[in-house]
């Protein structure tokens, strides 16, 4: 995501594109650091495996199977969903949380201070669902890099510096945490955040999703990578769920997917690409949550998104690198990318092609969101399980997360 939160309330259209473009230890060996980063291998573990979490039928345990079995389709197609929030009241979302059933949402739009913050994160908590006597809490991100891109700031928010900056720091997995500490206390509980994004010097600040602001590690995918790893540890240190983006990358391309379809082509990316080393990186680091972008690539997956082929999230993502976790949108609600899609189709070609949570920077467009999700379930079999998949992936992160308890 790639919206430039300070510059909303001046130019909303380009300064809501900046922050959202493109939001423990595996076993492996953790990459040199990156400015001093910490390497420490105390950080939260994966979900029992480098894979970012084992969701299949067989392996998601009887509180997740029972408490998806007991969900309306409206509930569990909820789950698959996640709203922006506007700075005002803390009721903004209560419509999409109880007729649809939203199970995530994002602070969007530049809130200021912690207290206000959260008191929004209390309210949406007590408003999310119990299903079969079991309270199924709610996903709140932010999307807190640094730099440019602070959607939370004021009182109880430090200044965060750029990707660029941050690796520099002598301890980045320790500034990480602090930052993380800060979310955790305004009951933020996940970021979408890091950026493993590899912009080549060559191309430096004529990339305009993230060179141009200085939100990449590195100009290799070594940097990109450590930097990556080490801020994602950090918010997990903190008990914040780090989201890293935007798979396959973005780093070649020029334009803003949110803001134009020029320019968002990468003419270069390939499978075994070695761009894609950043995000194995973190996913082999125990990352749980995987944001796609909206780019296109032409070696892979001619004309298509990011966001809806299958050859990129179920091909490269998860069976090339192994990935189970939870996979989400880049924003979708506004993106230029993907404005040629109908609204409803955004949201089923998604999860179709391998993906579990939409993000919509745009609340009105979740009743056509869910009902459509609802309806092609219900003639489409295939679908249905992918559905079934999604949402199970869902709530076995939000177990692990302690936003499901059975008791």
Request: proline content about 6%; glycine content about 14%.
């Amino acid at each position: 995501m790639s919206r430039r939160p300070h510059a909303l309330p001046r130019i909303a259209a380009g300064a809501a594109a900046l922050a959202l473009v493109g939001c423990g230890g595996s076993g492996s060996p953790e990459p040199s650091s990156t400015g001093g980063s910490s390497t420490s291998s105390t950080s939260s573990s994966p979900s029992g495996s480098s894979d970012g979490g084992a969701t299949t039928e067989a392996q998601a345990d009887s509180c997740v199977t029972d408490v998806r079995e007991a969900m309306t389709p409206t509930q569990q197609a909820g789950q698959l969903l996640m709203a922006a929030m506007n700075p005002g009241p803390v009721t903004g979302l209560d419509g999409p949380v109880s007729d649809q059933g939203l199970g995530s949402m994002l602070y969007l739009g530049g809130w200021q201070g912690s207290q206000t913050v959260a008191a929004a994160s209390e309210h949406l908590q007590q408003m999310a669902p119990t299903v079969d006597g079991t309270k199924v809490g709610m996903i709140v991100s932010a999307d807190q890099e640094g730099g440019e891109v602070q959607q939370l700031t004021g009182a109880g928010f430090s200044s965060m510096p750029s990707g660029l900056q941050q690796a520099q720091l002598p301890d980045l997995r320790s500034a990480a945490k602090g930052w993380g500490g800060e979310l955790a206390a305004a009951g933020v509980n996940v970021n979408l955040a890091p950026v493993a994004d590899t912009v080549p010097t060559a191309i430096g600040q004529a990339n305009d999703p993230i060179g141009q602001w200085g939100r990449q590690y590195g100009s290799t995918p070594e940097a990109a990578g450590a930097g990556a790893l080490a801020f994602a540890r950090g918010m997990q240190d903190a008990g914040v769920e780090p989201t890293v983006k935007h798979f396959p990358g973005i780093g070649r391309i020029t334009g803003n997917t949110d803001l134009t379809t020029e320019g968002i082509t990468d003419t270069e990316m390939t499978t075994d690409d070695s761009h894609l080393q950043a995000f194995e990186t973190v996913i082999d680091g125990g990352t749980k949550i995987v944001m796609i972008g909206s780019a296109r690539y032409a070696k892979i997956d001619p004309g298509t998104p990011a966001v809806f082929s299958d050859r990129i999230i179920e091909g490269m993502l998860r069976q090339d690198l192994g990935f189970d976790g939870v996979v989400i949108t880049d924003d979708v609600g506004t993106a230029a990318a993907v404005q040629a899609t109908p609204v409803a189709e955004r949201a089923t070609k998604f999860i179709a092609a391998g993906g579990d949570i939409v993000l919509t920077v745009e609340p009105e467009q979740v009743p056509t969101m869910t009902s459509a999700i609802i309806e092609r379930a219900k003639g489409d079999e295939a679908f249905a399980e992918k559905v079934e998949e999604s949402v199970t992936r869902v709530l076995t992160l939000k177990e692990e997360m302690g936003l499901l308890d059975c008791g």
